[in-house]
Nanobody, 123 residues
Framework: QVQLVESGGGLVQAGDSLRLSCAAS????????MGWFRQAPGKEREFVAY????????YYADSVKGRFTISRDNAKNTVYLQMNSLKPEDTAVYYC????????????????WGQGTQVTVSS
C-alpha cells in the first residue's frame, strides 16, 4: 500500500506562486507514473499535470500549460507542482495521484490518491 501526502497549499493573491509537494511512502514510488488533479467546489475533479516514472514525459491541462510545472525527485519519493502566475480560477483542492496505468488525464486510471491540499487564489 502506498500513502500520498500533499502539502504546500495556502491562500495567495493573483499572480503569486506556490509549490505543492506530494510525499509518497513505499519503495515502489520510483516506478509509478504520477499526476496532479484538482477539484473546485461544485465541479468534477479535473486533470492538471502528469509525469512519467522517470520524469521523461510530462503533460499538462491546457488551462495550466506554461504556468505550472510538474517534477519529481525519486530519491526523496516526492513529486512537485510548481504553480506560477496563479489565477482565481485555479482555486481548488489539489490532489496527488499515483500509479497511473492508463490514460494520463483519466482519474480512473490512478490507483492511489492523497487527501488533498487547498489552494485559494484571491483577486
Amino acid at each position: 500500500q502506498v500513502q500520498l501526502v500533499e502539502s504546500g497549499g495556502g491562500l495567495v493573491q493573483a499572480g503569486d506562486s506556490l509549490r505543492l509537494s506530494c510525499a509518497a511512502s513505499g519503495r515502489t514510488f520510483s516506478t509509478y507514473n504520477m499526476g496532479w488533479f484538482r477539484q473546485a467546489p461544485g465541479k468534477e475533479r479535473e486533470f492538471v499535470a502528469y509525469i512519467s516514472w522517470n520524469g521523461g514525459s510530462t503533460y499538462y491541462a491546457d488551462s495550466v500549460k506554461g504556468r505550472f510545472t510538474i517534477s519529481r525527485d525519486n530519491a526523496k519519493n516526492t513529486v512537485y507542482l510548481q504553480m506560477n502566475s496563479l489565477k482565481p480560477e485555479d482555486t481548488a483542492v489539489y490532489y496527488c495521484a499515483g500509479r497511473n496505468l492508463g490514460a494520463y488525464a483519466d482519474r480512473r486510471a490512478y490507483g492511489y490518491w492523497g487527501q488533498g491540499t487547498q489552494v485559494t487564489v484571491s483577486s
